[in-house]
């Protein structure tokens, strides 16, 4: 049933959605913008059902003229569409057949295919749902990524039970895009699969595929986590070679790793390390090495991980050469050797890092150091071959805006009432804040700026904050001015809620909060950071004090 929403607004939308499709003349239109009205009531479970029928019909009968233009596919398309959002995917499996026999050549076709393609899918059709996504797969390349259609018909064609099809699109999608959004997902579904069967040898290869490359973003728990999970456990019960059994543990204290089974996941890492030196000798000793330097520090405190890292490095595969030299980059970077970092990565060979974990800790590394070129070149090619990685997209965004103009802020200072401009200070150097409500400064960290202001304020250095909130809550706003005022603040205070639907959000490619600019005498960003400690070092530059 439909959310409780004004329904005038749901009409509008939808119709503002499909728009018009030509001049063709409809004198049915205002009819058929009402019955569409009534069908949008109807589903509506509130109890004044009744009101809100008068009150579309009413929008209806006048706005008819307004909706003239519109054709008959498209009014048939957007009644489609209303049943989908009012989850009557019945309605929308029956209709949709008709709607292709009916509109053969409709500019409204992929769209409809998608309605019918997700109402089969969420109504347990799957034989019905592989059908329409294989067809959105070949002909739609614009509303998602083809291989989300290819993996979608995969999976419904698996939960059809018909796990050869299945296993057919999911390799042809993996050929196609060995590690673009929805190779993880294959990755993990294909080891289901294989799992079932009764040769499971090849599941290990797909599973340490899905499990070395994966990101919760990428992944979120889903059906298939629990049955690949149990798979494990089974494996693992059952192994009976040397080989088989390092590869069954090292695979599930990755997956307890991974997936963060607090529970087993300590147990899990103990226990694969006591096979890794067990059976280290074995080929997939080098597997059981890499997860062992990788998180047994989780059960062994202060490991040096530094021998093994180097040791393996030199004896591991080609493909998984690159994940090593990974742990030795992370070494540096929580070390905060950056300078190391970034030396050692851009002297390596690019296929060491090309590995995703690398282009993150050195565009990170890189970042911090105010080498924003550096930054970019190592953003832009991770998100070359993986535009879905947050972690880049953040740094990215960020790293563009240096050198640009900053964009005005407006507002009303909390601090004095008075109405106060960021281009106000334009001719002056200006640290510019932004924190959130939850995140305002706490005393160490307002102790990095109020010693910055105290040092440079004789040299004319300015000062802007900005307390964001993503709700509108009006008592937040009295909050953050007295706690400022009580931290002896005595710049220009804003205070933005509905941050998520403010004109900021466009101009501050933020991601996070708290974030601390530097803007020069000319309003251009010059320096980005996070944290009040690594402010100094970027005030000296922009005075030119060595």
């Not at 498209?74 to 489609?80: F, K, R, S």
């Not at 001015?481 to 809620?497: C, F, H, I, Q, R």
Request: proline share 5%; glycine share 6%; with cysteine.
């Amino acid at each position: 049933m439909l959310k409780r929403v004004a329904l005038t607004t749901i009409t509008l939308a939808i119709v503002g959605a499909f728009g018009c499709s030509g001049p063709k003349e409809d004198p049915g239109a205002g009819q058929a913008l009402a019955d569409f009205a009534r069908l949008v009531a109807a589903t509506e479970s509130a109890e004044n059902t009744d009101a809100h029928l008068l009150q579309v019909t009413n929008m209806a009968e006048e706005n008819a003229a307004r909706y003239r233009s519109i054709s008959r596919d498209a009014w048939e398309a957007l009644v489609i569409k209303a049943y989908f959002l009012a989850g009557q995917y019945d309605e929308v499996v029956l209709q949709c057949p008709a709607f292709f026999k009916d509109y053969p050549k409709s500019s409204f076709e992929s769209e409809v295919r998608l309605f019918w393609a997700e109402a089969a899918y969420r109504s347990d059709r799957y034989t019905d749902s592989a059908r329409p996504f294989a067809w959105l797969y070949k002909n739609d390349k614009v509303a998602q990524p083809p291989d989300w259609y290819l993996f979608k018909a995969a999976k419904s064609l698996y939960l059809a039970g018909d796990f050869a099809s299945a296993t057919a699109s999911l390799e042809e999608l993996l050929a196609e895009n060995p590690i673009g959004p929805c190779s993880v997902a294959a990755h993990q579904l294909l080891a289901a699969i294989i799992s079932f069967g009764p040769d499971k040898a090849g599941a290990s290869e797909h599973l340490w595929k899905y499990l070395l490359d994966y990101r919760p973003y990428m992944l979120p728990e889903n059906d298939i986590t629990p049955i690949v999970g149990k798979y494990l456990e089974e494996y693992r019960a059952t192994a009976q070679t040397d080989e088989d059994i390092l590869d069954s543990y090292s695979l599930y204290a990755l997956f307890c790793s991974v997936h963060n089974v607090q529970d087993r996941m300590v147990d899990a890492i103990v226990d694969c390390v006591e096979k890794f030196f067990n059976l280290s000798s074995l080929p997939r000793g080098c597997y059981a090495a890499y997860i062992y330097a990788k998180y047994a520090s989780l059960v062994e405190g202060g490991f040096d991980n530094g021998p093994i890292i180097s040791e393996w490095l030199e004896k591991s595969p080609d493909d998984l050469k690159p994940r090593f030299f990974a742990l030795s980059m992370r070494s540096l970077f929580n070390m905060s050797e950056y300078d190391k970092l970034i030396e050692a990565v851009s002297q390596a060979d690019p296929r060491m890092s090309a590995d995703l974990e690398i282009q993150i800790y050195i565009a990170t590394a890189a970042f911090t150091t105010m080498k924003y070129d550096v930054a970019l070149k190592f953003c832009r090619m991770g998100l070359s071959a993986r535009p879905y990685a947050r972690e880049l997209q953040r740094i990215c965004a960020l790293a563009s805006i240096v050198g640009t103009p900053a964009p005005e802020i407006s507002g009303t200072d909390a601090l004095t009432g008075k109405p106060v401009n960021l281009s106000d200070l334009k001719g002056s150097n200006v640290v510019l804040e932004f924190w959130g409500f939850g995140t305002l400064p706490m005393d160490p960290e307002f102790g990095f700026i109020k010693s910055v202001q105290r040092d440079y304020e004789v040299d004319g250095l300015k000062f802007f904050s900005v307390c964001l909130e993503l709700t509108d809550t009006s008592t937040h706003a009295e909050q953050a001015k007295e706690e400022y005022a009580s931290k002896g603040a005595t710049w220009p205070l804003v205070y933005v809620a509905d941050f998520a639907v403010s004109p900021l959000k466009d101009s501050y490619p933020l991601g996070s909060v708290p974030l601390i600019l530097v803007i020069d005498e000319k309003g251009i960003v010059r320096y980005i950071m996070t944290r009040g400690e690594e402010l100094r070092p970027a005030i000296r530059l922009i005075f030119g004090v060595e």
